[in-house]
C-alpha cells in the first residue's frame, strides 16, 4: 500500500489556514497597541498628580514660610505703607504764602495831602518789597524741606521695598495682600503670576 499523498491544496484552502494565524497576529499588535496607549495615559496621568502634588507640598511650605515671617512682613508693610501714605500727602501740600500788606485805602488817600499821599504809597512800595523778599524766602524755606522730607520719605519707601523682596514679597498690591495674610489662595495666584 502506498502511503497517502495529500492531494495539493487549492489557494483557497491555504489561504483559510493563514488567516486565524494572520488573525491572532492582528489581534495581538492591536492588544499591544491599546496597552501602549493605556500605558501612556497611566503614565501622563502619574506625572500630573506628581507635578499637582509637587505644587501642593510647595504651597504648603511657602504658607508655612509666610506665617514664620509674619511680623517681619508686618512691619516692613507698615513702613512702607505709611512712608507712601505721608509721600502723597507731601506732593498735595500747597505753599501759602505770608500775607501781603494791604494796598493804601484810596478813599483815605484822598483825605491826605498830596505830600502825605505820596508818602503812604512809598511806604506801601517799601512794605510790599519787604513782602517779596520775605515771602520769597519763606517759599525758598518751604520747597527746601518739602524736597529734603520727600527724598527722606521716598528712602523709607525704598527702604521697605528692599526689605520686602528679600523676604520674597513682590511689590505688587495684591502679593503685599496675599503675604500679609497667608491667605493659601492668594499666594497660590501671586506666585502662578509671577512664575508665568
Not at 492531494?7 to 483559510?16: S, W
Not at 525758598?140 to 527722606?152: L, P, T, V
Not at 513682590?170 to 497667608?182: E, G, I, L, V
Request: include cysteine; glycine fraction near 4%; proline fraction near 6%.
Amino acid at each position: 500500500m502506498r502511503p497517502a499523498t495529500r492531494p495539493p491544496e487549492a489557494p483557497a484552502m491555504r489561504h483559510q489556514r493563514s488567516s486565524p494565524l494572520l488573525l491572532a497576529t492582528l489581534l495581538a499588535l492591536l492588544l499591544l497597541g491599546c496597552n501602549g496607549a493605556e500605558r501612556q495615559r497611566r503614565e501622563q496621568a502619574e506625572r500630573q498628580q506628581a507635578a499637582a502634588a509637587q505644587r501642593q507640598r510647595q504651597l504648603d511650605a511657602l504658607v508655612s514660610r509666610c506665617r514664620r515671617q509674619q511680623p517681619a512682613v508686618q512691619q516692613q508693610l507698615q513702613a512702607f505703607t505709611s512712608s507712601s501714605a505721608a509721600l502723597t500727602r507731601v506732593d498735595q501740600q500747597r505753599y501759602i504764602p505770608l500775607l501781603r500788606p494791604a494796598a493804601p485805602d484810596p478813599a483815605v488817600l484822598e483825605r491826605f495831602t498830596r505830600d502825605d499821599q505820596e508818602l503812604e504809597k512809598e511806604r506801601y512800595q517799601q512794605a510790599l518789597a519787604r513782602w517779596r523778599e520775605a515771602d520769597g524766602a519763606e517759599r525758598r524755606r518751604w520747597e527746601a524741606g518739602q524736597a529734603a522730607r520727600r527724598q527722606q520719605l521716598t528712602a523709607r519707601q525704598s527702604e521697605a521695598r528692599q526689605a520686602l523682596a528679600k523676604l520674597g514679597v513682590a511689590a505688587t498690591p495684591a502679593a503685599q495682600r496675599a503675604w500679609s495674610r497667608c491667605d493659601r489662595s492668594q499666594l497660590s495666584a501671586v506666585t502662578q503670576g509671577i512664575a508665568s
